[in-house]
């Protein structure tokens, strides 16, 4: 075998290409023998750099195979004397079941009924992410925020993304089978709503781009009937809009029987912003809307807390302007004669002691209380008993500030942020409030960390803030982070934080952890329910101090990676907030169920990373497995030169095991290619899998390109070679590296076989901007003596070998330049592919010289020395080829462009399409194109023969391209899945669909 001699300088030069003149110019292209020749010397053009307006706009990527309400109301005790008002959560407990809204895994239904066993006995799945629900009389009404699409404009010829929200009716009489028995769109964003006896009354705000929206702010009040379960119908709708002058968001609702109070941020930039308070008359039992007064505050409403009726009087504190502002709160009262009549009674400015910002306001009865803050926290008590006359009465000081208040009679508590606080983030206060004049603090716990949040906005945090009187127990969900100075590292946390309380009393007690982020948190039949996204976990709390769990049902499985093994599918999931990675051990049959058979606990994996930052890494593991043992990859943050490799025997499916775990001496970069920025079209992957053997490409890739004669001089590429991973001996993995041979740059690998092909370039000495292009093939049948064959020169870059022929299918590439009157011109013609420099370098938009690259697609038998050029077919100029999946016969490239589209030059308009070609096996290139009619269509996953599947996100789904007859390719979406997906394997006739917090989803890719 030949070792060329390396000229990295000069190729990497962005060079000029062959002189032309004229829009009609050309270059050199491939040169090579005629057909009838047997000899070998293809010389292509070096495939250009830069490209576009933005040098880094450049080539494409190759392809490798996260003061709502709290529990519902309860119905006053005389039954319905009045209607009652009921608000909704994100669970729902009835009859021994609990019911869970998850953004992950949509609604889940969990029989509850048995003591730590807990089953999950129904699911329905919808796109968007859950806002909340309601459950009356064996129907769900679930709300969903960002319901999100792509709209198509006939006149325009585009499309524009756009959100609503929306409501599903389902039926969960049988969880088993849950139906949807109605469903609703709503433009905008849920800010909040309410059932009001039988009528269910939503609160949206648009901004204009959304579903339905007009172009300026508004807010949309809708009243559904849902008394008829069968019969759920819109009854009103009223809309507002905006100042047109002012910057707005979602709105906070304060609801009585009789009407809804409706305000949110209106800022005008100053300090002088304030909210206009929307009285909605919604007494009508059968869901009327009638528009009432409005009323001014004097500053922002920014929750629902700030408004309050308290017998037929409306109390509101605000504050004007926005954030830092030095105006000084006020309390405003106002005089409720209907709701058509508000009248103003009385105002007091709150004296602060130093500039500070309103945080957090709760009313009682009389009383008020108000909380400021910059780095202290003023609370604030107000004597509202004379409405004519608010007054501010009692003050009081203390560190952190308050989140958030839930009045007890005398006592006050509160739950809020310290960051200054050594020993939690997070706190519980108790306050003395009988002396208005005079409040105490009476005790303070802290908990969650060095960093720690809570599950919720204010409009919606008292539902996360459970306080059970009767078990003197408050139960607080949380997360955060523990920070190590020493290591500048930290470590996620999630739990429910028990506090017990008596009248005068605060005692940190101990904390339940959760998987995920916890949202809710309650007791059932004497166990602790915690509540998140992700799984439901109880607890036994006899011990307060330290919760032991009982059970726990996992809602949504983190799946970033998928890999079948005869009757087995393994899973892999690594949670990128915790680093916690578990491998799971399913059945071919069910791979989708939530609960494995088996799995494993990665953690140890990551021991002795003490001073790594991201755990073990494993968020970005590659997964292979063959028989029965899996393999992972992934990168060792701890020793940038090396990456990690682990063995996992799965001989006993309901009890994997790690069986062996080394280094490998070499880096991360080897598990990833990603193509160039410059023209190379990027085939192949960077590890490839024969059986028990991982080859895994160690080149350092070419990202950036240097000027000649100035400048910071080209990095001196390590060696590259080929990682040779034997898995023959799964306790034991053996590893060699073999050079490969020195070149300007190399492709991605292929597997034909045993056989491992890449191919490579050098560039002509004296002559940087052309190169000869060489196909390496090595034989891995023996791993430990890996058989390497000579390489062959070929015109062009390989995209896919077919050794029962010997054939080779190659991209080669010519570098073409002209003069254009602009740029429109330039990319017009080549897209991305396009480098246009103008005359003037102050003048963008005059004349000046296009580059392009032009690429011709060749067929080539391969001999063991030598190539012979079968037929070729020219692309067109526009043509850019992003992604390459090879099949049988079928090679499948993703093509895209922005600006050559449609007959207006520099239309700007994006395009995409799948362009197939065959003749491996025919002898002769046949090409056929299939146009991807919008933005959403997708991106190709992964290759099953003669078919493509690609996933898109609108909605999200599976298609196939059926490229079985080239003459009538044929695009059909399998399936619609809960969100965008990750990775694909193929399994038999079914394509297992990984989408990480989403879990696993199956699609079925038979007729």
Not at 712 to 737: F, V
Request: aromatic share 8%; net charge negative.
């Amino acid at each position: 075998m030949t070792f060329l001699s390396r000229t990295y300088a000069g190729w990497l030069v962005l060079a000029t290409a062959a002189a032309s003149a004229g829009l009609t110019g050309c270059g050199k292209g491939s040169t090579g023998p005629s057909s009838e020749t047997g000899s070998t010397d293809f010389i292509s053009d070096t495939p250009r750099a830069g490209g576009g307006r933005d040098a880094a706009d450049g080539g494409g990527e190759g392809a490798a195979g996260t003061g709502g309400d709290g529990a519902p109301t309860a119905p006053p005790a005389d039954g319905d004397a009045e209607r009652a008002i009921t608000e909704a959560d994100i669970i729902q407990v009835k009859d021994g079941k609990l019911y869970a809204l998850s953004q992950y895994s949509g609604l889940s239904v969990i029989d509850i009924s048995r003591r730590d066993r807990l089953s999950l006995v129904g699911r329905y799945r919808a796109s968007g992410i859950p806002f909340e629900m309601y459950l009356r009389d064996g129907i769900v009404y679930a709300m969903f925020s960002s319901w999100t699409q792509y709209v198509y404009d006939a006149a325009t010829g585009e499309y524009s993304y756009e959100q609503s929200s929306h409501i599903e009716a389902l039926d969960v009489s049988d969880p088993a089978d849950i139906q949807q028995i109605g469903s609703f769109d709503l433009p905008g964003t849920i800010s909040d709503s309410r059932i009001v006896g039988d009528v269910l009354y939503t609160v949206t705000f648009e901004d204009g781009g959304c579903w339905g929206c007009k172009q300026s702010r508004n807010t949309t009040i809708t009243s559904l009937a849902v008394g008829a379960p069968a019969d759920i119908a819109v009854v009103d709708q009223l809309s507002y809009d905006d100042d047109p002058n002012d910057y707005g968001w979602q709105r906070s609702v304060s609801v009585t029987q009789d009407r809804m109070y409706i305000a949110g941020i209106e800022w005008d930039g100053t300090d002088e912003g304030h909210s206009t308070i929307q009285v909605v008359d919604i007494s009508d039992p059968g869901g009327a809307l009638v528009e009432g007064a409005s009323v001014e505050a004097v500053g922002q409403i920014q929750s629902r807390w700030q408004m309050d009726e308290h017998e037929g009087v409306l109390r509101v504190v605000s504050q004007p302007g926005l954030w830092r502002t030095n105006a000084l709160p006020g309390v405003q009262t106002f005089a409720v004669a209907s709701s058509q009549e508000l009248t103003p009674l009385g105002f007091t400015e709150l004296t602060l002691p130093r500039p500070e910002t309103l945080r957090s306001v709760r009313f009682d009865g009389d009383r008020a209380y108000a909380i400021t803050a910059e780095q202290t926290d003023p609370l604030f008590t107000i004597d509202l008993s004379d409405p004519e006359h608010p007054a501010q009465l009692g003050e009081l000081e203390m560190p952190g500030w308050v989140y958030h208040m839930e009045p007890r009679g005398d006592r006050l508590l509160a739950l809020g942020f310290d960051n200054a606080a050594t020993d939690g983030a997070l706190h519980v206060s108790l306050f003395d409030v009988s002396d208005l004049a005079k409040p105490t603090m009476l005790e303070r716990v802290h908990f969650g960390g060095d960093w720690a949040s809570f599950a919720e906005g204010q409009d919606r945090i008292h539902k996360a803030f459970t306080i059970l009187d009767d078990l003197g127990t408050i139960l607080v969900p949380y997360s955060g982070w523990d920070i190590d100075e020493a290591e500048g590292c930290g470590s996620y946390e999630s739990g429910v934080q028990l506090v017990d309380f008596t009248a005068d009393t605060l005692t940190k007690r101990g904390s339940a952890p959760a998987r995920g982020q916890a949202r809710r948190a309650f007791v059932h039949d004497t166990r602790l329910f915690a509540v998140s996204d992700q799984e439901v976990g109880t607890f036994n709390i006899d011990d307060r101090d330290a919760p032991v769990e009982a059970a726990d049902l996992a809602l949504a499985t983190v799946v970033s990676n998928t890999v079948a093994t005869g009757d087995l599918v393994v899973r892999m999931g690594a949670d990128w907030w915790t680093q916690a990675a578990e491998l799971e051990v399913v059945y071919a049959a069910d791979p989708g169920r939530t609960e494995p058979i088996g799995k494993l606990d990665l953690s140890t994996l990551a021991s002795g990373s003490k001073s790594d930052c991201y755990g073990s890494g494993l968020s970005s593991a590659q997964l292979f497995a063959h028989g029965q043992y899996a393999y992972l990859l992934w990168p060792s943050y701890t020793d940038s030169s090396k990456t990690s490799l682990a063995v996992i025997d799965l001989t006993n499916p309901e009890a994997p095991r790690i069986a062996s775990q080394r280094d490998l001496p070499f880096t991360s970069n080897a598990l990833y290619y990603n193509g160039y920025y410059g023209r190379i079209v990027a085939a192949g992957a960077a590890v490839v899998q024969a059986g028990s053997t991982l080859v895994l490409r160690n080149v350092e890739d070419p990202y950036y390109y240097y000027e000649d004669g100035g400048g910071a001089p080209p990095p001196q590429p390590r060696d590259p070679s080929l990682e040779i991973i034997d898995l023959s001996n799964p306790s034991s993995p053996t590893h060699r590296s073999l050079p490969l041979p020195d070149g300007a740059g190399y492709t991605g690998l292929q597997l034909d076989g045993t056989t491992v092909l890449t191919s490579h370039w050098v560039p002509l000495q004296g002559d940087s901007s052309r190169a000869r292009f060489y196909l390496d093939r090595i034989d891995v049948a023996d791993p430990s003596s890996a058989v390497v064959r000579t390489p062959v020169n070929v015109p062009g870059s390989l995209l896919a070998f077919d050794g029962a022929s010997d054939r080779a299918l190659t991209v080669d590439y010519e570098a073409v330049e002209f003069n254009v009157p602009g740029y429109r011109e330039c990319f017009s013609a080549f897209s991305y592919y396009a480098e246009f420099v103008p005359t003037n370098q102050q003048n963008y938009d005059g004349p000046g010289v296009c580059r392009g690259t032009r690429h011709t697609l060749k067929l080539l038998d391969v001999g063991s020395a030598n190539a012979r050029l079968r037929d070729e077919h020219s692309l067109d100029d526009d043509t850019r080829l992003d992604q390459v999946f090879v099949g049988d016969d079928r090679v499948f490239m993703y093509t895209s462009g922005y600006y050559a589209v449609g007959d207006a030059v520099g239309g700007g308009a994006y395009s995409s399409g799948i362009l197939v070609a065959s003749g491996l096996k025919g002898g002769s290139i046949d090409v056929a194109t299939k146009e991807l009619s919008s933005p959403d269509a997708g991106w190709p996953r992964a290759v099953d023969g003669t078919r493509l599947l690609l996933a898109g996100y609108n909605p999200p789904g599976l298609s196939v391209l059926d490229a079985a007859d080239l003459d009538e390719l044929t695009l059909e979406m399998k399936g619609e899945l809960s969100s965008y997906v990750s990775q694909v394997t193929i399994s038999g006739d079914t394509a297992l669909c990984a989408l990480w917090y989403h879990g696993l989803e199956v699609v079925d890719l038979g007729d």
